[in-house]
């Protein structure tokens, strides 16, 4: 019975995991119209000539793209039947301060994955500047539950900063497009480097030092849960009167992963 509890635990973990990569920002209109209006082809999608001028074309390598489609509409329905009412019922809990000194924690805690790549991006001024974030909100903040640095100026607005990101400045292209059971829109190079920032998130380093419950499955649970409502809210927006939702959230995750290259 005990290991039943735990597998579905760690299922539930997964799924909240998964939510991370959904998808990250609101998409611009224009832009989920010109990827509702793209075929199903598994060609690059370009949008209309009109809109160029306004966004760039998000174009990938699909050439899995029926297997996509089948995991991408399996993802769909877990969000809606298991991760919505999860999300609910944790803002229904939770009240809002408690939920932001927890996603400050968590997001103060990442400070590795953000200062690692800034230094193997070669940025290292940007690198001190999360030290020094880090060291303002670990001991002002108490343990990052506040966040202190916002109050200064040049620690307020310090761009992030991934392994997905330092492979793109490495001029590593993206690959294949692929749609990850549970853990939504990739490509081959941003899922290797979501491989790398699991592993310099210690979040992650706990199950591995400590094991148990608490360790393996609740900490990181709460790591997922602290955005699930505000990624679900993108994935929503980003499909929201599409035409080909499939395309839209393709369009939109991989325009959101040329932004972040480019900071």
């Known amino acids: 019975m005990k290991r039943l509890l735990l597998l579905l635990a760690a299922a539930s973990a997964l799924l909240l995991t998964g939510c991370s990569a959904i998808c990250h920002?609101?998409?611009?209109?224009?832009?989920?119209?010109?990827?509702?209006?793209?075929?199903?082809?598994?060609?690059?999608?370009k949008p209309a000539e009109s809109d160029l001028d306004e966004y760039a074309a998000a174009e990938i390598a699909d050439p899995l793209e029926p297997l996509n489609r089948a995991t991408f509409w399996i993802?769909?329905?877990?969000?809606?039947?298991?991760?919505?009412?999860?999300?609910?019922?944790?803002?229904?809990?939770?009240?809002?301060?408690?939920?932001?000194?927890?996603?400050?924690a968590y997001e103060n805690v990442r400070f590795p994955v953000r200062f690692v790549n800034d230094t193997l991006q070669g940025n290292f001024k940007r690198a001190?500047?999360?030290?020094?974030?880090?060291?303002?909100n670990s001991i002002v903040g108490i343990g990052g539950i506040g966040r202190p640095s916002d109050h200064i100026p040049a620690l307020a607005d310090v761009p992030e900063a991934d392994t997905g990101q330092t492979f793109a400045?490495?001029?590593?292209?993206?690959g294949v497009y692929l749609v990850l059971p549970l853990l939504g829109p990739s490509s081959l190079r941003e899922?290797?480097?979501?491989a790398g920032d699991y592993a310099l998130n210690p979040v992650n380093w706990v199950s591995?030092?400590?094991?148990?419950?608490?360790?393996?499955?609740?900490?990181?649970?709460t790591n997922s849960l602290r955005y699930t409502h505000e990624q679900l809210g993108h994935y929503d927006a980003a499909t929201k009167n599409a035409l080909d939702r499939y395309l839209a959230i393709r369009s939109s995750y991989i325009q959101h992963r040329q932004e972040v290259a480019k900071k």
């Open 25 to 45: 920002r609101q998409p611009d209109k224009k832009a989920q119209s010109a990827a509702a209006c793209g075929g199903g082809d598994g060609k690059s999608v």
């Open 208 to 221: 591995f030092l400590y094991g148990g419950y608490a360790w393996t499955i609740a900490i990181p649970s």
């Open 169 to 174: 400045k490495w001029g590593i292209g993206h």
């Open 128 to 136: 001190g500047l999360e030290t020094g974030k880090f060291f303002v």
């Open 75 to 104: 993802n769909d329905g877990l969000y809606t039947v298991i991760l919505r009412p999860i999300a609910k019922g944790y803002e229904k809990v939770v009240p809002k301060p408690v939920r932001t000194g927890i996603h400050n």
């Open 191 to 194: 899922t290797v480097g979501m």
